[in-house]
């Protein structure tokens, strides 16, 4: 019941990204000018927990638009009603919807659909990674220096050591790409699927990460923080590898590498 509900909300969120991403639709802004927020965004929201309360009234819900939604219960759905705001609200067809499920702590369950694309990625814990139905593995890439990478920006910019800007450089400098998507969630799954060997960012929340860091995991990635220790998506900082680039993107990212 848990994976129909989820597929049902994922797949209802995407056909309304997908029906109204050329329309028009009222934007307002939220903690910085380019930190929109758009009225498909709260639609879908709505949309998602309206199917997931038919279903499951007593779960905990963690969405990005409406905050916590608490309940006692050991199983919370954590939402991205659309991850890419930026690119939907500009016609982009890079965006999509993100919902994972938390039991007792742990990611179990998570679905990121892009509907332009005709992608539906789902991953359950333990039982693989899946892009329609078909199971996806991650690169086999073992060098930094011929790997393809892709990170994010956030909104206000973080002006500290080893930032988004340096460490974005310092690849750059040494000609390798890393590709800037505009959705995390999708950055997450294309690693999965192996079309990127690694994802760094350094200020996500939890509806960004939740299903596509399940999602590389499922597909034999490797996700920590910057430390290398476990993922949590309460925390900032994400490193999402095939496993075999993971120790030295992240000496990269702390500039400890050869
Ligand atoms: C954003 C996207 C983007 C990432 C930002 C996120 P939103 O989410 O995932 O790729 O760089 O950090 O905030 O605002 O489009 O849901
Ligand atoms: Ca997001
Ligand atoms: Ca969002």
Redesign the pocket.
Known sequence: MLKSTLIKAAQAAGALIQERINGKFSVETKAGPN?LVTEVDKASEALIMDIIRQDFPGHFILS?EIGEVKMDSSTKWII?P?????NFANGIPL?CVSIGIEHEGNMIMGAVYNPMMNEFFFAEKGKGAFLNDNSIRVSQQDQVKHACLVT????TYLDMENGPLEVFSRLIRKGIPVRR?????I?LCWVAAGRFDGFY?H???AW?SAAGFLMVEEAGGVVTDFAGDAYSPYQPHIVATNGKIHQELLHWIANTHE
């Open positions: 930190d990005e991205d659309i991850d890419g705001t930026v965006c994010g920006f956030p909104y998507l505009g959705s995390a969630a950055d960012e200020k996500l929340n960004d």
